[in-house]
């Protein structure tokens, strides 16, 4: 970007001139508040320069920030070489963070290679009926993982699941799992 033309039409949220990677290297080194402005920043991120970032993430998506920011890191390591759902796992069981997040979390180990390790974990949320929409996403997630574990907790939870008030589309994929195990 020409810095001459910086603030010309809109006026820029974080006016930062330079090399993306550079900038954001520099924001991640530094403190609470240009970590921050970083996480914002994710999205500009050349996918080759994302992996050495990949520990500073976790640290953020275990840490003291916001759902936004923890989110921003989500996504940002869900585009690395090294994304694994083992590294997102014990977040994802923790129940002190945000159904939200934990939501968006569940969203993101549904693209690990690694989330077929986990499925007596996305049992368990099943059974604990938390959330309407903890309780989809994990159905979404399970959906393309064969597995007898899955489809035993199926026919368990599908009578329970007709009976609450949660969306029916629950079931639905539920039943589809089922009919496609055969």
Request: charged fraction near 35%; hydrophobic fraction near 40%; glycine fraction near 4%.
């Amino acid at each position: 970007v020409d810095p001459a033309e910086i603030g010309k039409n809109v006026g820029p949220h974080i006016p930062l001139v330079g090399d993306v990677k550079h900038i954001f290297e520099d924001l991640m080194e530094g403190d609470r508040e240009k970590v921050e402005i970083a996480l914002e920043l994710w999205a500009q991120v050349p996918k080759v320069y994302r992996d050495k970032y990949y520990d500073k993430m976790l640290d953020v998506i275990y840490g003291d920030f916001s759902d936004e920011l923890k989110r921003h890191a989500l996504f940002f390591i869900q585009e690395t070489e090294r994304f694994s759902a083992s590294d997102l796992i014990e977040f994802l069981k923790n129940k002190e963070n945000s159904e939200s997040i934990r939501k968006s979390c569940i969203y993101v180990i549904n693209l690990a290679v690694d989330k077929g390790k986990f499925v007596d974990i996305f049992i368990e949320i099943l059974h604990n009926m938390e959330n309407e929409d903890l309780s989809m996403e994990t159905v979404l997630t399970l959906s393309n993982i064969k597995d007898k574990r899955i489809a035993e907790a199926y026919k368990e939870l599908i009578p329970k699941y007709e009976e609450s008030d949660f969306d029916f589309m629950i079931v639905r994929n539920m039943k589809h799992y089922l009919k496609n195990m055969v």
